[in-house]
């Protein structure tokens, strides 16, 4: 299979791995890409998943050799959206259509290109290779940003920017991706898996209710007025302050996390 886990305790990575395609996406890995991170959001003592490419690639994007004689109704008709409002269906690279209730981290080697940069930009955050790199290179053949693309880029970068790199379709590589905000953190060739379990693990640590309080606000606060924002905030996070802050302030009043003190909680 292309799709598999590795699990470290609470933080499971999900292996994409079609080497010998630079892992572009095919409508298998797709499924199983889905089925993988579904699986994930699931599993109860499952808290921060890291998303990596095998063999140097992040993803290289669409697999063109299947899209270029692709039956129109399927997969691509299948993948509408249900008229009803319903669960949408995968995306035509996955996950980029899920909204999962736990923080992904994007380990990024070598190209993210196309609809790769788009699963990079699916996750929370993006940990990237010093030699790897971003770009819309489906501008080339015609084949548009259909799995978040136009959506997420604009509220990453702002939209001048979004709309120069859509439009262009050029490079963006790993030490200007990081100057615009489109990766979080920037590592030595071969070590972003490793710094992204790394971070997996730090988060993994804390108290998750509140975690994944905070981080679902966050994204529910885009499109709102200010007042609205704070309402959302107030109605996803007031419970959590009884359910874990206030366990969370006794131990502090015991002793813990004193002067800022992260290892000690």
Not at 35 to 46: I, L, Y
Not at 193 to 221: G, H, K, N, V, W
Not at 236 to 265: L, P, T, W
Request: proline share 5%.
């Amino acid at each position: 299979m292309a799709v598999r886990i590795e699990k470290s305790g609470s933080v499971w990575t999900v292996i994409h791995s079609r080497p010998e395609a630079r892992n572009a996406m095919d409508p298998r890995s797709a499924e199983d890409l889905v089925a993988a991170f579904e699986r994930f959001d699931a599993d109860e003592q499952a808290h921060v998943a890291v998303f990596w490419g095998e063999g140097g690639a992040f993803c290289a994007g669409w697999d063109l050799k299947t899209v270029s004689d692709l039956d129109l109704n399927d997969p691509v008709g299948a993948l509408d959206f249900p008229k009803d409002g319903g669960k949408a269906p995968r995306g035509p690279l996955g996950p980029s259509r899920l909204e999962l209730s736990k923080p992904v981290i994007a380990a990024v080697e070598g190209p993210a290109v196309a609809g790769g940069m788009e699963l990079a930009m699916w996750c929370d955050v993006r940990v990237m290779a010093e030699d790897a790199y971003f770009g819309v290179y489906c501008r080339r053949w015609g084949v548009p940003l259909i799995d978040g693309g136009t959506v997420r880029l604009p509220r990453l970068v702002g939209m001048g920017k979004a709309m120069e790199i859509i439009l262009t379709g050029r490079k963006v590589p790993a030490e200007e991706a990081y100057r615009i905000g489109l990766c979080e953190r920037i590592v030595a060739h071969g070590a972003a898996r490793e710094a992204a379990e790394t971070m997996a693990q730090e988060i993994a640590r804390f108290p998750q209710e509140c975690m994944r309080a905070d981080r679902l606000s966050a994204y529910r606060a885009w499109g709102k007025s200010v007042r609205e924002g704070l309402e959302s905030e107030w109605a996803i996070s007031a419970g959590i302050v009884k359910a874990e802050g206030m366990r969370g302030a006794a131990r502090f009043a015991e002793g813990k996390g004193r002067h800022g003190d992260f290892g000690d909680i």
